[in-house]
């Protein structure tokens, strides 16, 4: 899997939209971008995903460049509830396969202030 | 529609006693992965299981740790012999057979050695 290179902390002022990016240069074509967070002593919370377009759901969007070798999670209005340390992944999706399996790094802490 | 569920969510155990985890994952899912994250640390994947088959255990450590994900029951993670440096967070991740989206995770079950 493609490794991914991630701010450690960000500031986020409360209700204003944070975006937090991720690079990940060496993505293979069959290797979809995944981000999830972990809320403190929580399990971690799938977020969203995407291959090459953009995508939204109720908690974000995703932003993919045209060269797949960078991408953007952005939430549109951040809370303090958002405040959590949010993983970038790159993996191929397809189950069943040996070392299909998500691999978290350290990710970025996510600081929403009020 | 209840998520993944681990028990129990607290466990100590004595120096030497052993330790088993338990994951119940969502319905209809039939893969299972096992996480570890120790104090401060990030999630490390450990074992990646489908009913009846390991499929992938390279993050399992050589000795005292097993796991299973028997065709009736829950998965289980077994700790013999724990010692100090067990205590950590074990977190159970479930998916479908055939999934385009993420994992689920349970709340995970932390375990203090004594």
């Known amino acids: 899997d493609a490794k991914t290179t991630q701010p450690t902390s960000m500031d986020c002022a409360e209700g204003r939209a944070a975006n937090l990016p991720c690079n990940h240069s060496?993505?293979?074509?069959?290797?979809?971008v995944y981000w999830y967070r972990q809320i403190h002593s929580q399990g971690p919370q799938y977020i969203i995903h995407g291959l090459k377009n953009n995508e939204t759901n109720e908690m974000a969007s995703l932003i993919i460049t045209e060269d797949r070798k960078s991408s953007t999670l952005i939430l549109p209005h951040a809370t303090l509830r958002d405040t959590a340390v949010y993983y970038c992944?790159?993996?191929?999706?397809?189950?069943?396969?040996?070392?299909?399996?998500?691999?978290f790094g350290a990710g970025t802490i996510l600081r929403v202030k009020s | 529609n209840a998520g993944v569920m681990q028990n129990p969510r607290h466990l100590v155990r004595r120096r030497g006693q052993e330790a088993r985890l338990r994951c119940s994952p969502m319905?209809?899912?039939?893969?299972v992965y096992w996480y570890r994250q120790l104090p401060e640390e990030g999630l490390k994947f450990m074992v990646y299981l489908q009913k009846e088959n390991i499929i992938d255990e390279s993050g399992m450590p050589k000795e005292r740790f097993s796991a299973e994900f028997p065709k009736e029951g829950p998965s289980i993670l077994r700790i013999q012999q724990v010692v100090r440096g067990d205590s950590a967070a074990y977190f159970c991740a479930s998916s479908p057979q055939m999934q385009g989206g993420g994992y689920t995770f349970g709340s995970g079950t932390r375990l203090t050695v004594v």
């Open positions: 319905k209809g899912h039939s893969h």
């Open positions: 060496t993505i293979s074509g069959n290797e979809y």
């Open positions: 992944i790159v993996r191929v999706s397809l189950l069943g396969e040996y070392g299909n399996k998500l691999v």
